[in-house]
């Protein structure tokens, strides 16, 4: 859930991150609210955009 907040902070705000991830805004919020467990490929998806950023 960290690596999902993070590149939510990172890319300003749920549509771009959702767009991003190539996933509907209702699959994220899903996530974000821990409605929904975050698939393992989107996990490192969202771990990678974040990290992306930091550098």
């Known amino acids: 859930m960290q690596a ?3 590149a939510l902070q990172d ?4 549509a771009p991150l959702a767009k991003k ?3 509907p805004i ?3 919020s899903g996530w974000l609210r821990g409605h ?3 698939p393992p490929d ?3 998806r ?3 955009l ?3 950023r930091r550098r």
């Not at 890319?11 to 749920?14: H, L």
């Open 4 to 6: 999902l907040s993070r």
């Open 11 to 14: 890319c300003g705000g749920e």
């Open 21 to 23: 991830l190539g996933v």
């Open 26 to 28: 209702e699959v994220l």
């Open 36 to 38: 929904e467990v975050v």
């Open 42 to 44: 989107m996990y490192l």
């Open 46 to 48: 969202a771990r990678h």
């Open 50 to 52: 974040a990290a992306v």
